[in-house]
């Protein structure tokens, strides 16, 4: 079991919206402002999308936004595309000075 | 161009130990703390553990599910970081990848992975 809960798979349509949360407690999340998302494609490293909640890295689209609200975070992708069809996870700093992760969230582009 | 190479991967005895490397360039090495990650198969990240860099003691952390089994350290003269696994298990499995890690805010540069196998 993860120590910050994704769900398992979302979906939506080439242009569509789609939201990932992700929840920890007070202690990860909740606590600090250093949520981090990342993407994976099928036998690929995972790709930093987000840090520090809300900031895109250099070379990342604008279609990928992140935001928190108390123990949970939100990366949001606008205008979903083909190539968005990757698994994403989520993790946070935490007070014990180590990382945690989500499970992972399978977005599927219809 | 930054570059993070992982290596000394393969099939291994439950009980056995193995030691994977990290070979960086593109950024000094010394000046940054390193983290290793897994991802057994079919499931998700596990982070396992970092070295911070000599400026910060070049102290580690590890997660309950390796410690006092995984060790972590490193080689700035050769841009190296190292992970020693002992008394492996088969539920050690996975892809072991490396990374910068900039805490506490994220990992940057990832390697390409170096899969482990325990099994008898």
């Known amino acids: 079991q993860s120590a910050l809960t994704q769900p398992a798979s979302v979906s939506g349509s080439p242009g569509q919206s789609i939201t990932i949360s992700c929840t920890g407690t007070?202690?990860?999340?909740?606590?600090?402002?250093?949520v981090s998302w990342y993407q994976q494609h099928p036998g690929k490293a995972p790709k930093l999308m987000i840090f520090d909640v809300s900031y895109r890295p250099s070379g990342v689209s604008n279609r990928f936004s992140g935001s928190k609200s108390g123990n949970t975070a939100s990366l949001t992708i606008s205008g979903l595309q083909a190539e968005d069809e990757a698994d994403y996870y989520c993790s946070s700093y935490s007070s014990s000075s180590t990382w945690v992760f989500g499970g992972g969230t399978k977005l599927t582009v219809l | 161009e930054v570059q993070v190479v992982e290596s000394g991967g393969g099939l291994v005895q439950p009980g056995r130990s193995l030691r994977l490397s990290c070979l960086v360039s593109g950024f000094t090495f010394g000046d940054y703390t390193m983290s290793w990650l897994r991802q057994a198969p079919g499931k998700g990240l596990e982070w396992i553990g970092f070295i911070r860099s000599k400026a910060y003691g070049g102290t580690t952390e590890y997660a309950a599910s390796v410690k006092g089994r995984f060790t972590i350290s490193r080689d700035d003269s050769k841009s190296i970081a190292y992970l020693q696994m002992n008394s492996l298990r088969t539920e050690d499995t996975a892809v072991y990848y490396c990374t910068r890690d900039l805490s506490p805010s994220y990992f940057d540069y990832w390697g390409q992975g170096t899969l482990v196998t325990v099994s008898s």
């Open positions: 007070s202690t990860d999340v909740g606590g600090y402002k250093y």
